[in-house]
Structures are given as C-alpha cells and as structure tokens.
C-alpha cells in the first residue's frame, strides 16, 4: 500500500509528497490522480520511503514529469534508493529527472 502526505516545502511555490510502501501498478492510479491535481511550480516526491517500484511506477513518474513540464511545473526526485534508480536507469529516463540523494538538498537546489 503507497501512503502520500503532502507539506509545503522551504521554499514558496513548492510542495513535498513524502512516498511510504511500493510504487507498483496496484496503486499508480491514485497516486496519478492525486499528482495531476497539484498546482505548485515545484513538486519534490521525496521517495525515501519507497522500497521498490515496477515499470508501472516509472511509467507513473515520467507521465507527471511530461504533464508538469507542459503546463510549466517542475518534478523533483529525492532520496530514491537503488533499487528504484536502478529502476529508472534500467528504464533509460533517470537523465531526464532532476534527482537529488536527500530532501533537504531538493528543496534548496
């Protein structure tokens, strides 16, 4: 089960989305649904949370990233683990998101 909170960031203008449990197929749809809504310039998933993903989850994230870029948004990366950038180098699409090793670095970047 994926459980998101979601808190302003340091900065004005961005919101954090801490990621707890698996980024999986089971629950892409939600976390879909949820992200389409936001409207902040700057949107950190701090994944740290998250133990493992599947191509579900990827395709997940590179949709939202496609979607925050047309409509002028930015999608930040933090803390993911290696099995999850593992999962975005095996996939080819980890160069095209801004990914950094802890939240604390994404909010100030």
Do not use: C, W
């Not at 892409?28 to 998250?50: M, Q």
């Not at 002028?72 to 803390?79: I, N």
């Amino acid at each position: 089960m994926l459980e998101m909170s979601v808190r302003n960031g340091v900065l004005h203008g961005q919101r954090v989305y801490a990621l707890q449990g698996p980024l999986l197929m089971e629950n892409v749809a939600e976390f879909l649904r949820t992200l389409r809504e936001e409207t902040a310039r700057e949107v950190i998933l701090d994944l740290s949370g998250v133990p493992r993903t599947d191509s579900s989850g990827i395709g997940a994230l590179v949709q939202i990233l496609v979607r925050y870029r047309k409509n002028q948004q930015e999608l930040v990366l933090s803390g993911p683990n290696g099995f999850v950038l593992a999962a975005l180098d095996i996939t080819g699409v980890r160069s095209l998101f801004r990914v950094h090793p802890t939240l604390a670095e994404a909010q100030t970047a």
